[in-house]
């Protein structure tokens, strides 16, 4: 080959690499001034309370909202739908995602469906271009909302006036299509069930290392720890037979079986769906024990439960337990003593022992009579 066709071929060469790099280069350059655009835009939440307002709109178009920002809405749900006679939710395809993907797209349709059986919230498609209805009372909130983190209080329940309720959830699973989730429920009927889900991932097969013992530190941990270990102690000491401790949380992989364990972190495997499961723990269960986790927000938010809840903000610089982990109306709670609410949740064991064992014996003489 001459040395004028060798210098071509490898000019030839040269250029495509040079081509390709600046391709590259500049796409990547694009996505990061995407990203630093995204960050630095600001938040842009907003209100209008109109008086005797007939409709209020809530605005999730392009929010971005994953599974749990959406609960720290949904405990305002119950108020508003008391509140106007007409309460709409606008989305689009944009609500729940989050860094461009569809996170849980399929949760987030099933939550949709459980919130609207159990409110009056009707969830509405809505475009950019669609206005809100002039004299309609609406919140807006920003894909880099403030008011779903650190001023939940401040913009919900002092700028909106609303306030932080539980639900009833009403999302009945379909018993005749699965047989083993039907023996299931009649069995439960008949026990007084603890659900249990703290995260605890020694070995890290699905957690962030620094949350081998969940989003919380691991003083507080250890007791909740003691905690399942004193239930479990009092359970075998007494003989108990009817009392059930539920494992609930896939992120649950170091605690002891005992006998009267009952695992359903694969609730799927009985016809359950994540929606569904809700609704199945609230008719089933009694009390749930856990620590801070997307699972442990939405069991919260059953009006029809007691919770021990070990959430603190080791994890966090700011106090999320404030309307954020935490709804709102768990400060008022009048069944445990959560002395640091909001800013923290860490009950005192022996009350929580007492309270649970108070209500098995409770459950116990009422199935008798």
Known sequence: MSKELKSSSFKSLLNLLVSVIFELTARIG???????????????????????????????????LELHKFSVLI????????????????????????????????????????VELSTKAKFLEKIASDNIETGSSYARISSKSD??????????????????LPIKYNYSPNYSQHPELSSLKKYLDGTFNIVFSPT????????????NYGVISQDNFNKV???YLEVRRRIVREDITDIKVIFLNKKMLNWEYFPNVIDLRHFEDFGLNFASMLYFIQECC???VGSEGTMQCY???????????????SHWGYSASDGSTVPLFMDSC?????????HEYIPDNKDVINGIFEDSYKFKKDRAS
Not at 147 to 164: N, T
Not at 334 to 342: H, I, V
């Open 30 to 64: 694009k996505r990061i001034l995407k990203l630093d655009f995204y960050r630095l835009r600001p938040a842009d939440d907003s209100f209008e309370i109109f008086d005797n307002s007939r409709t209020f709109v809530l605005d999730l178009r392009n929010s971005k």
């Open 75 to 114: 405990q305002f749900f119950d108020h508003l739908s008391r509140k106007y006679q007409i309460f709409q939710v606008w989305v689009n395809r944009e609500t729940f995602s989050f860094g461009g993907t569809r996170l849980y797209s399929k949760e987030a349709e099933e939550v949709v469906e459980l």
């Open 147 to 164: 008011a779903i983190s650190y001023s939940v209080r401040d913009f919900f329940q002092r700028g909106l006036g609303l306030e932080s």
């Open 200 to 211: 605890f991932d020694l070995n890290l097969k699905v957690e962030l290392p620094s949350r």
């Open 225 to 227: 720890e003691d905690l």
């Open 286 to 288: 009694e009390w749930t």
């Open 299 to 313: 069991l919260m938010l059953s009006s029809s439960l007691k919770h021990a809840i070990f959430i603190d903000n």
């Open 334 to 342: 009048d069944y445990l003593n959560y002395k640091e609410a909001p």
